[in-house]
T-cell receptor, first 112, second 111 residues
């Protein structure tokens, strides 16, 4: 297992388009988290899953955002009708219970 | 709401010690983390400390926790140029399962 994998690494999209990101966590980790990071800021929590159940969603996660984790393995984060304000680094992390997140390298989204 | 605060920037000379400070609002956090982020990369867990500890040492890293003052610090001994990065203090605040991050401290190491 090589850690948390995120794809794609970079995504440039036109405003109004839909985008989907994928995260493959460490296989034995039951928790998976999505964070968003903008320049000069710390990561901001978006949502988290324990196995396949989505247990918490941030107020930051508007109706245009949806996350899934079918079968408790990989997860996808979809943004519909992207806006320029969605431009950020989207980080995925996984953990076994609540200790010691392992982060992926992130997906950098640029909305033009 | 729950918050984690850090100074934005620290500059040290190679070989000196670096001390990065963090304050947080929630005294009920059971553990606190330090993460490192290099340019264009994800976050790397450096170390963590449980709330029932005052200090933890791991090679060049020393974490000090003052629960009374809700203050956490990370000391890096013999700082190297490879230590240049942004350092984030983080912890589960407000009894939530998710981890809240500070804004990060950018450490610049001058050769």
């Amino acid at each position: 297992d090589t850690g948390v994998s995120q794809n794609p690494r970079h995504k440039i999209t036109k405003r109004g388009q839909n985008v989907t990101f994928r995260c493959d966590p460490i296989s034995e980790h039951n928790r998976l988290y999505w964070y968003r990071q903008t320049l000069g800021q710390g990561p901001e929590f978006l949502t988290y899953f324990q196995n396949e159940a989505q247990l918490e969603k941030s107020r930051l996660l508007s109706d245009r955002f949806s996350a899934e984790r079918p079968k408790g393995s990989f997860s996808t984060l979809e943004i519909q009708r992207t806006e320029q304000g969605d431009s950020a680094m989207y980080l995925c992390a996984s953990s076994l219970e609540q200790y010691g997140y392992t982060f992926g390298s992130g997906t950098r989204l640029t909305v033009v | 709401g729950e918050d984690v605060e850090q100074s934005l920037f620290l500059s040290v000379r190679e070989g000196d010690s670096s001390v990065i400070n963090c304050t947080y609002t929630d005294s009920s956090s059971t553990y606190l983390y330090w993460y490192k982020q290099e340019p264009g990369a994800g976050l790397q867990l450096l170390t963590y400390i449980f709330s029932n500890m005052d200090m933890k040492q791991d090679q060049r890293l020393t974490v000090l926790l003052n629960k009374k003052d809700k203050h956490l610090s990370l000391r890096i001994a013999d700082t190297q140029t490879g230590d240049s990065a942004i350092y984030f203090c983080a912890g589960p605040l407000g009894g939530y399962q998710k981890v809240t991050f500070g804004t990060g401290t950018k450490l610049q190491v001058i050769p």
